[in-house]
């Protein structure tokens, strides 16, 4: 009889031990299952999170880009076509403010007779030339018509001359291209603002030059 209670006994704890670890494992199970959703959940947010990141990494890198190309752009303009560009912003000539190219005209294409404004054949093809580029783009511009020259002759001269070469393109432009007056201006920059070395008569060639800006 004794024996018998002995083993009863056994079998009671026993059954209570698998009682008891069957509990703890669903509890345990319960406990750690939400904790697991939660640690889903935690990660999905935190690949979403990485992803709008990279996003936003991509988004800055493409921005830094196209600043650093913009950069590169008004790096590579002319000072006289920033001050061109100037000029027309401060007047409200322009309705977006822009420099769209500049054209050089140099002592080759122009061929001004010696202390000359009037315009040789060939000058007047290349401004057909250019006027026809202008119809064919279709787009409302401003074009500053800037007249330079090299540094023989005193700097009053040298600026009268000058001014004198960009009025004839201008009215050229106007009078057989059918550009508007109120399209374009012009300057005269004299010898202020040299390309080549003046002295070298390649570079005093380079610096007798009309130069055409086109702003919009």
């Known amino acids: 009889m004794k024996k018998l209670s002995i083993a009863l006994a056994a079998v009671a704890v026993a059954t209570a031990g698998c009682a008891t670890k069957t509990y703890v494992h669903e509890y345990v199970d319960g406990q750690v299952a939400p904790h697991g959703k939660r640690m889903d959940v935690i990660e999905s947010r935190v690949a979403v999170n990485e ?20 950069s590169g752009r008004i790096e590579g303009v002319s000072r006289t076509a920033q001050d061109a560009l100037e000029r027309a912003n401060a007047a409200g000539k322009l309705a977006e403010g822009k420099l769209a190219y500049e054209v050089v005209l140099s002592d080759d294409t122009l061929r001004f007779g010696l202390h000359s404004a009037e315009l040789s054949e060939a000058a007047k093809q290349r401004l057909v030339a250019f006027a026809d580029q202008l119809k064919a783009e279709n787009r409302n511009v401003y074009i500053e018509i800037q007249g330079h020259t090299d540094s023989t002759g005193n700097e009053a001269y040298n600026r009268k ?19 508007p007056l109120h399209r374009m201006a012009t300057i005269g920059y ?10 070298t008569r390649a570079g005093r060639i380079e610096n007798r030059r009309v130069v055409l800006v086109v702003l919009h």
């Open 190 to 199: 004299g010898e202020s603002a040299p390309m080549a070395d003046n002295k």
């Open 51 to 70: 992803a709008g990141i990279k996003a936003l990494t991509e988004r800055a890198e493409r921005a830094e880009a196209a600043l650093s190309d913009q």
């Open 161 to 179: 001359l000058s001014q004198a070469r960009a009025e004839s393109v201008k009215e050229y432009l106007n009078m057989n291209c059918g550009v």
